[in-house]
């Protein structure tokens, strides 16, 4: 079964984006794309010291130009989270998503939210993991 992508729009250094909610990702994306547009652009900072390899389900590669530190604003939720997010040298994640959003964020978002999330998409981001 095939359904609509589990988008939501989100805001990062005061610039709106759309945003796949994706359960199947333990980290957060951006992609380099998007990065290059922020004003003020965060500091890239390098995972050299990490190791950190990342690959996709099928077990290809994602190649990553290292990570930021900043603020998504979810405007639905009401809420602003602090986070780490992996910057990724590609043009979108998901047709016109630039974010990926992945469950570390989701997790604690659903832990603040519960039941009581207002929206359908993070609702069902939260059941999903």
């Known amino acids: ?12 250094n005061g610039k709106e ?25 965060p500091e890239l900072m390098s995972l050299n010291e990490f190791n950190l390899e990342l690959k996709a389900a099928n077990g290809t590669h994602i190649p990553y130009s290292g990570y930021i530190q900043t603020t998504i604003e979810i405007k639905i939720l009401d809420m602003k989270v602090e986070t780490i997010l992996l910057v990724a040298p590609v043009d979108e994640s998901h047709g016109s998503a630039h974010v990926i959003i992945g469950t570390i964020i989701i997790r ?18 939260f059941l999903a993991i």
């Open 1 to 12: 079964m095939v359904g609509n992508a589990n988008l939501s729009t989100i805001t990062i």
């Open 17 to 41: 984006t759309t945003a796949l909610i994706d359960s199947g990702s333990q980290f957060s994306i951006v992609t380099e794309k998007f990065y290059n547009e922020m004003t003020p652009k």
């Open 108 to 125: 604690y978002i659903k832990d603040l939210y519960s039941d009581e999330c207002p929206d359908d998409k993070w609702k069902a981001a």
